[in-house]
Structure formats: structure tokens, C-alpha cells
């Protein structure tokens, strides 16, 4: 059954894998293609980041044919929510807590009302006046 993993501004389709609960456990044949984490002997690794398991609990996280992502970013502290077979993973409250503190707006990109594309960062070093409104 194929499973969503929403995450860093994606949506990453995992064709197979295992639902239990609230966990997705996602193959180690594909696991590296989904979500760029690798497991090797020093823990989960992603490029040159390697986060070791926690002593005594690999089981909660590793067997021999699957990875349970959603333990993992949970245990990263990563806010999960969960519905039917999508999983939305949230940036950590403390580097979402940092974007705030550094007063850099993220990049976004908006038609202008001819439908005109236009990104943020195209007038990086100059004043922005944006307005919102909201029909509700």
C-alpha cells in the first residue's frame, strides 16, 4: 500500500512499507531514495550527519528489513501528525524558533494578478511591502 511522507516542503511517495499505529516503517531497499537517510554501523545517517541509536532501544527503530522513520524523527524531535497513510513531519520547534529569531522571511514564490511568477528572493536587498488578506 503506498504511503506520503510530507516533509521539508515535499511530498515523498513511499511505495511500499508498513503502517503500525502512528509508525511507517520503510524498507532499507528504498529507505535511502525516500528520505536520503542511510543506516550504517554508527546509526542513521544522512550526507555526513550520523545520528547513533539509543543503547538498548535499536529494536524500536531497526529491523533487519525495514526502518521505522516516523520513531526516528519523533525521537529527533521532529512533530508528527499522522492521518490514514500520510504523515506530515514538522521542523523541530528549536530551528523553527531560530528562522524566527533571524528575521529572514523563507522564500516563496506568487503570481502577480496577470499571472506573473514572482519570488522573494528576487528583490533580496530591497524593500518589500507584502499584503495578505483572507476571504474568511
Not at 510530507?6 to 509508525?23: C, H, K, M
Not at 536520503?36 to 535499536?58: H, S, Y
Request: hydrophobic share 40%; with cysteine; charged share 20%.
Amino acid at each position: 500500500m503506498p504511503h506520503t511522507i510530507l516533509a521539508e516542503g515535499q511530498r515523498i511517495p513511499v511505495s511500499s512499507g508498513r503502517s503500525e499505529g502512528a509508525d511507517l516503517w520503510i524498507p532499507m531497499a528504498s529507505l535511502g531514495a525516500a528520505t536520503g537517510w542511510a543506516i550504517k554501523p554508527e546509526g542513521a545517517c544522512k550526507g555526513e550527519v550520523c545520528v547513533p541509536m539509543p543503547r538498548g532501544r535499536e529494536a524500536e527503530f531497526v529491523s533487519p528489513s525495514a526502518f521505522n522513520y516516523t520513531a526516528f524523527m519523533r525521537y529527533m524531535g521532529h512533530p508528527i501528525a499522522h492521518r490514514g497513510d500520510t504523515w506530515c513531519i514538522a521542523a523541530r520547534p528549536e530551528d523553527r524558533n531560530e528562522q524566527m529569531r533571524s528575521l529572514q522571511a523563507p522564500d516563496f514564490t506568487l503570481p502577480d494578478i496577470d499571472g506573473n511568477l514572482h519570488s522573494l528572493s528576487d528583490y533580496r536587498g530591497k524593500k518589500v511591502f507584502l499584503a495578505s488578506w483572507a476571504s474568511w
